[in-house]
């Protein structure tokens, strides 16, 4: 029979699936395209450069052993990977790589001179007056990734985080930008990074601070007149981890210095990690040099869990904190409290507490009670941006076309249905809606909520498409 590239690689799977754990056979082979065989040469397609990177790290021997079962001691692995093109054309191009079959480069130590640096180096961290320069990583060695559980909705994630925290500024993660809304686990990852790294790697200097502080200590250095010591002291750093990044909008000196230190510590193999609750596209007033920078390594986004997820969260809860409960009353919580983690930490802390101090069984009607409050009480602020990204996404679109001055039907129902929720579901001025959703004016807005009332008495498609974007807002 004669082999071609799908007979071959399905072959190549069974092997592949007999020798490695269900859950890294779905993660990493599942997504992969066998494209073409030529002679001894059998050409796949991975989805992103990080899976190629990471094939090749983790599974190059075990790729190469079933390809020569298959295709002799010759067989060679090719692959194409998709790539965004980011040069105006839309399309993804495919770029394509050999598998390398081989380890990776060891590093080489290089003392530096610290000559050139002020021997009176401030650390913004001390009190002015003290000459100190041991650097507390400030990290919170609770937040792990063994208690960071793995599911569908932080899988990438966490193990591009994994990746950064076994070689931090030796893989193309770099900067690794963790983005998702409010409660998802940004700190938490970020911090299981640092705690990791100063794990295998005790010799170098991590640092993790939000960028609010990091703001204030610019402040506070452009005051004292030290902006060049500020500077150098961030130059030390191995391993920087800015929390809240999107905080740095609008804040153009702390950019400016934001971009030097970002600059020099890419350039000398330094790692950087950045949290923030929207991705590099939807990030306002942030410098366009600031913003392609963010773009260099990776940007993996966390999203809601799934309720599987949401189950094992609960019973880590439960296990860590010694405490036994009815399987029915934590898929009842898993089940009503699905936004993000730390809701659901806080109603099964709530719970227990409850049980205990009032020195009751914990009955299904007790959770309910608890879960209603806590419902209520959590219930979270829907955002213009939030609203943008979610019709963007159900129409397929980025948000600058959603925003920009087109036409075209399809994108002027979805900027007007983005309106419309707009006022449906935030405080916000109608005049204030108009300028965040393409810098137009309150008539607008309030012809889009009408235009958008009449569509769905008149049109079942339309009227589709706002209750599918309604159940996706109020999840």
């Not at 059998?42 to 983790?58: A, D, M, N, R, T």
């Not at 990204?389 to 994108?411: A, G, M, N």
């Given at each position: 029979?004669n082999k071609?590239?799908?007979?071959v690689?399905?072959n ?6 007999d020798n490695i754990?269900?859950q890294a056979?779905k ?5 992969i395209?066998?494209?073409e065989?030529?002679d001894n040469a059998?050409?796949i ?5 990080f899976f ?9 021997k075990?790729?190469k052993?079933?390809?020569t ?6 067989a ?9 093109n980011?040069y105006?054309n ?5 770029e394509?790589?050999?598998s390398?079959?081989?380890?990776p480069m060891k590093?080489?130590?290089?003392d530096a001179p610290?000559?050139n640096l002020?021997p009176?180096l401030?650390?913004?961290f001390?009190?002015p007056g ?9 990290l919170n060695?609770?937040y792990?990734?063994?208690n ?11 193990s591009?985080?994994?990746?950064v925290a076994?070689?931090?500024?030796g893989?193309?993660f770099?900067?690794l ?6 409660g998802?686990g940004?700190?938490h990852?970020?911090h299981?990074?640092?705690v990791?790294?100063?794990d295998?790697?005790?010799?170098k ?5 939000s960028a ?6 610019y ?8 902006r060049?010591d500020?500077?150098?002291?961030y130059?030390l750093?191995?391993?920087l981890?800015?929390?809240d990044v999107?905080?740095?909008?609008g804040?153009?000196?702390?950019q400016d210095?934001?971009?030097?230190i970002f ?6 193999g330094?790692?950087?990690?950045l949290?923030s609750d ?28 799934d309720?599987?997820t949401r189950i094992s969260i609960?019973?880590n809860?439960?296990y860590?904190?010694?405490v ?5 009353i934590?898929?009842y919580?898993?089940r009503?409290?699905k ?7 806080g109603?099964?802390i709530?719970?227990i507490a409850q049980?205990s101090?009032?020195?009751k069984e914990v009955?299904i009607e007790?959770?309910?009670s608890?879960v209603?409050?806590?419902?209520k009480?959590v219930?979270r602020e ?5 609203i943008?990204?979610?019709v963007?996404d159900?129409?397929?679109l980025d948000i600058?076309?959603?925003q ?7 994108v002027?129902?979805a900027r007007?249905l983005a309106m419309?929720f707009?006022k449906k579901f935030t ?9 965040q959703i393409?810098?137009r ?5 309030l012809?889009?909520?009408?235009t958008v009332d009449?569509?769905?008495a008149?049109?079942?498609q339309f009227?589709?498409f706002v209750?599918d ?5 109020t999840?």
């Amino acid at each position: 029979m004669n082999k071609t590239a799908q007979s071959v690689w399905d072959n190549c799977l069974s092997f592949i699936k007999d020798n490695i754990q269900d859950q890294a056979y779905k993660t990493w082979f599942e997504p992969i395209k066998s494209v073409e065989l030529t002679d001894n040469a059998l050409y796949i397609q991975v989805p992103s450069k990080f899976f190629y990177e990471w094939l090749e790290e983790h599974y190059v021997k075990l790729l190469k052993v079933a390809l020569t079962k298959e295709l002799g001691k010759n067989a060679k692995l090719l692959y194409k990977i998709k790539m965004e093109n980011t040069y105006g054309n839309k399309q993804p191009f495919t770029e394509q790589l050999p598998s390398a079959n081989r380890s990776p480069m060891k590093p080489q130590n290089v003392d530096a001179p610290l000559k050139n640096l002020d021997p009176e180096l401030k650390n913004p961290f001390v009190i002015p007056g003290i000459r100190n320069l041991k650097i507390e990583s400030q990290l919170n060695a609770n937040y792990s990734f063994d208690n960071f559980l793995e599911g569908d909705s932080n899988r990438l994630a966490r193990s591009a985080g994994m990746a950064v925290a076994n070689k931090p500024g030796g893989t193309s993660f770099n900067p690794l930008l963790i983005f998702g809304g409010v409660g998802l686990g940004k700190t938490h990852l970020a911090h299981a990074i640092g705690v990791e790294i100063k794990d295998k790697y005790p010799e170098k200097t991590v640092l993790y601070i939000s960028a609010e502080i990091f703001t204030q200590q610019y402040i506070d250095s452009v005051k004292k007149n030290n902006r060049n010591d500020f500077i150098h002291f961030y130059q030390l750093i191995d391993v920087l981890i800015i929390d809240d990044v999107q905080f740095l909008s609008g804040k153009s000196g702390t950019q400016d210095v934001f971009f030097h230190i970002f600059n020099y510590l890419h350039q000398n193999g330094k790692q950087v990690i950045l949290t923030s609750d929207k991705a590099p596209v939807d990030m306002q007033d942030i410098e366009q040099r600031l913003l392609s920078r963010f773009k260099w390594g990776l940007s993996a986004e966390l999203h809601q869990p799934d309720y599987e997820t949401r189950i094992s969260i609960l019973k880590n809860i439960l296990y860590r904190d010694g405490v036994e409960m009815p399987d029915e009353i934590i898929e009842y919580v898993a089940r009503n409290i699905k936004s993000n983690v730390r809701e659901l930490e806080g109603a099964i802390i709530s719970l227990i507490a409850q049980s205990s101090f009032n020195k009751k069984e914990v009955t299904i009607e007790l959770a309910k009670s608890v879960v209603e409050k806590f419902v209520k009480n959590v219930k979270r602020e829907i955002s213009i941006d939030y609203i943008q990204k979610i019709v963007s996404d159900y129409f397929q679109l980025d948000i600058e076309t959603l925003q920009s001055k087109t036409r075209k039907r399809h994108v002027v129902q979805a900027r007007q249905l983005a309106m419309f929720f707009a006022k449906k579901f935030t405080k916000s001025s109608l005049a204030n809606i108009g300028s965040q959703i393409g810098d137009r004016d309150h008539a607008t807005v309030l012809h889009a909520c009408k235009t958008v009332d009449n569509l769905v008495a008149t049109d079942k498609q339309f009227k589709k498409f706002v209750e599918d974007i309604h159940k996706k807002l109020t999840l």
